[in-house]
């Protein structure tokens, strides 16, 4: 029918491969009407030279391989139909950024969408390192691709560490979420092994999955500060790390 023929049209002209039939599938659901017009809107601007493969399919989003104007980049795109938009109200509503937005689902996604945006410039500015966004466009986030020949590098919980390189990396994630406190006056939110990529190269940490990042002005943010070191440090506990989470609650706060 019509419907199929404009989808068969579109992927055509953002030239996904036809037998990556894993990616098809995932872009039958979650390229909606809008989505898809939005990545028209990137493609002509030229932003999005060509989509790739599926990286990831996650609660809220799917995130694909693409080619950018120079590099590769990371589209994160938030699925309009998410159910979980309800919690996403408590995140924005607490953030002075966001007063003035609707209170309808796709505009929260929207908002949300640019939320994560905002938090890793921030975080960018504040020396960590993330993926540096590049432009939304509604529900589509584009950054910077962290990975190499097209794979993008594994997560901590991916990862097999000798005890060194564990502890190392430990002090730079710490390092990180006290310039993310003290610097960018952020909390991350949802910090965990699953949100933290390594760069193989130097086992540098890289934080991703900002979108609930809060300011320091949300009522909730050190509830979200405590919920984020008790993860980190439930993980880390593997390589004998001799903190606790009020040792380290001090270390952010630079107390
Ligand atoms: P989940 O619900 O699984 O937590 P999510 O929807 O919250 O996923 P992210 O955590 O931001 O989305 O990204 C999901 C996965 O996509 C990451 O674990 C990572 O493998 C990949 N990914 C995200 N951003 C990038 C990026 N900029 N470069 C390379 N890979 C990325
Ligand atoms: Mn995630």
Known sequence: DTKVKRLDTAVDKLRIKRKDSNTLKVTENVFDDATLKSLYTLSNKGILQALGGSISTGKEANVFLG????????????????????????????????????????????????????????ANEAGIRVPVPIITERNILIMEFMGENEKPFPALKDMRLELEDGKQIFETV?????????????????????????????LTPIMIDMGQSVTLEHPRADIFLK???????????????????????KRIKNT
């Open 67 to 122: 080619e950018g104007e120079e590099h590769d980049i990371a589209i994160k795109i938030y699925r309009i139909s998410s159910s979980t938009f309800r919690s996403m109200e408590d995140y924005i509503l607490g953030d002075p950024r966001f007063t003035n937005i609707r209170h309808n689902k796709r505009d929260i996604i929207f908002a949300w969408t640019k939320k994560e945006f905002r938090n890793l410039i921030r």
């Open 174 to 202: 710490i390092d990180d979420m006290h310039k993310l406190y003290t610097k960018a006056s952020l909390v991350h939110g949802d910090l965990s092994e699953y949100n933290i990529l390594i760069d193989t190269n130097d």
């Open 227 to 249: 919920r984020d070191i008790e993860n980190i440090l439930r993980y880390f506990k593997r390589f004998k790390i001799d903190e606790t989470p009020e040792s380290v609650y």
